[in-house]
């Protein structure tokens, strides 16, 4: 089971009102170039879409229950047959797009029950909520060549850092497709040393404790082996 992010984003960062359904200033920036960049499957989701479940923010589902139901490409018949998550403590009624239920409860607990893959679309609350709890383990970018200056980030100021492996990039139309994911090692152990992915579980101290399982590479964990205690130290998270 794996937590993916997907997002139209500008060369500075900004993911708030690609389409101009916000009425923002400077908004539809991603439709700018044509059609052809966002047009199908820009973020090449294809069986994960199928066999996965869908994550929105109670916004972003109101908007797709009015666009994707009325279309019958191929993309959009997957997209209606979807399971989709709507994250929201007001929506009561979800019947407007097919295969939609609402999940009123924390988003967080709601992915960690989930057995099959999270596509998170847009719903920059809900992203917010799983970087909170270190949830995310795939971002997949749409980069267009715009620099806005202002507007909401994908990654705000004042978080801890994160670090990412590039697993693809390619050129989409006037856009990039790029795909990240979590590092799978120990940020403090020697190049040539691979450990198991991270766990989920978050420290709730101000100690540094290794995500990584103690990869007995870097020098904590060394420390913390000889010492003869398992602590695990906390790869920063934000880009």
């Known amino acids: 089971m794996s937590v993916i992010v997907i997002q139209f984003i500008t060369l500075d960062g900004i993911v ?3 389409d101009a359904s916000a009425g ?6 991603a439709f700018r170039h044509g059609p052809e960049t966002v047009a199908g499957d820009p973020f090449r989701l294809s069986g994960t879409l199928d066999e996965g479940v869908l ?3 109670r916004r972003t ?41 609402v999940t009123a409860g924390d988003v967080g607990e709601a992915v960690k029950r ?19 709890e270190d949830l995310i383990d795939e971002y997949r970018l749409l980069t267009f060549p715009t620099v806005l200056g202002s507007g909401e980030r994908l990654f705000p ?6 670090y990412l492996e590039c697993l693809s990039a390619e050129k989409a139309g006037a856009a ?13 152990a020697s190049s040539r040393s691979t450990r198991p992915r991270p766990t989920r579980r978050r420290s709730t101290g101000t100690t540094a404790r290794c995500t990584f399982r103690s990869c ?8 913390l082996r000889s010492a003869g205690t398992s602590r695990r130290y906390m790869a920063p998270r934000a880009i």
């Open 216 to 223: 007995g590479s870097c020098r904590d964990c060394a420390g």
């Open 114 to 132: 989930e057995q099959r893959d999270v596509i998170v679309m847009g719903s920059l609350g809900v992203v917010r909520a799983l970087m909170a």
């Open 176 to 188: 990039v497709l790029a795909r990240y994911q979590r590092e799978t090692r120990c940020p403090r």
């Open 55 to 57: 994550l929105l923010g």
């Open 16 to 18: 708030s009102d690609p």
């Open 61 to 101: 589902w109101q908007m797709f229950s009015h666009i994707w139901p009325q279309r019958d490409d191929p993309f959009s018949r997957r997209m209606n047959a979807a399971t989709k998550l709507v994250a929201s403590r007001t929506l009561t009624d979800a019947s407007a797009w097919v295969n939609s239920q």
């Open 157 to 162: 100021d004042g978080r801890p850092p994160v």
């Open 24 to 29: 923002a200033p400077a908004s539809g920036w």
